[in-house]
């Protein structure tokens, strides 16, 4: 285990995010948009489970959408465009009729790309509304890293924060442990 001291914590935080590992665990109060495109980034390679308070509003509803397909907007767009196709077929403006139905496909293929790369991720989020999560903790395959610097630039790059990096695999795992207790318990 070492210490960190100051306002360098990214390094090791953002190597741990980088690694390549089956799953991330990470606990923090607080991410900025910035951390929650990285994270959203890297699902694609790993499972990440995140636990957080409601202060994070913009990240938490970054994280949400894009934690599993979300195809609605698509299709609402999609259907309107039927139903300007049906109208303009209707009324013979068959030209019109021809861009729309070349509107639909262009959406349809659009929609299909769009859910297949993101049943690719494995992001999931869970937000405490019950109790303010005060921890941070960002624990991989193979370290982890505990202390006090938040998932935000702030935390990561400005304050004076104290992170402890974790290599010990039987302390690694008691931390795992807690994460999922935590994770159930919400």
Same mark, same amino acid.
Request: glycine residues 2%; without cysteine; charged residues 25%.
């Given at each position: 285990?070492?210490?960190?001291?100051? @306002? &360098?914590? *990214?390094?090791?935080?953002?190597?741990?995010? !980088?690694?390549? @590992?089956?799953?991330?665990?990470?606990?923090?109060?607080?991410?900025?948009?910035?951390?929650?495109?990285?994270?959203?980034?890297?699902?694609?390679?790993?499972?990440?489970?995140?636990?957080?308070?409601?202060?994070?509003?913009?990240?938490?509803?970054?994280?949400? /959408?894009?934690?599993?397909?979300?195809?609605?907007?698509?299709?609402?767009?999609?259907?309107?465009?039927?139903? $300007? =196709?049906?109208?303009? *077929?209707?009324?013979?403006? =068959? *030209?019109?009729? =021809?861009?729309?139905?070349?509107?639909?496909?262009?959406?349809?293929?659009?929609?299909? $790309?769009?859910? !297949? /790369?993101?049943?690719?991720?494995?992001? &999931?989020? !869970?937000?405490?509304?019950?109790?303010?999560?005060?921890?941070?903790? *960002?624990?991989?395959?193979?370290?982890?890293?505990?202390?006090?610097?938040?998932?935000?630039?702030?935390?990561?790059? !400005?304050?004076?924060? /104290?992170?402890?990096?974790?290599?010990?695999?039987?302390?690694?795992?008691?931390?795992?442990?807690?994460?999922?207790?935590?994770? &159930? @318990?919400?």
């Amino acid at each position: 285990m070492e210490s960190h001291f100051g @306002s &360098e914590s *990214y390094i090791y935080v953002d190597a741990l995010i !980088k690694e390549r @590992s089956n799953s991330l665990e990470i606990i923090s109060p607080y991410i900025s948009l910035s951390y929650a495109r990285m994270l959203s980034g890297e699902s694609a390679r790993k499972r990440i489970r995140i636990i957080t308070s409601a202060n994070s509003i913009e990240a938490v509803e970054y994280l949400k /959408r894009n934690s599993k397909a979300s195809i609605f907007g698509d299709t609402k767009a999609m259907l309107f465009a039927i139903l $300007l =196709f049906a109208i303009a *077929y209707y009324i013979k403006f =068959f *030209y019109i009729a =021809f861009l729309l139905l070349f509107v639909i496909v262009a959406l349809a293929l659009w929609t299909y $790309l769009n859910a !297949k /790369r993101n049943t690719n991720r494995r992001l &999931e989020v !869970k937000v405490s509304a019950e109790r303010f999560i005060h921890e941070k903790a *960002y624990i991989s395959d193979l370290f982890a890293i505990a202390g006090s610097a938040n998932l935000t630039y702030s935390g990561m790059h !400005k304050n004076i924060e /104290r992170i402890e990096v974790i290599d010990d695999l039987a302390e690694v795992e008691k931390m795992r442990r807690h994460f999922n207790s935590l994770w &159930e @318990s919400i």
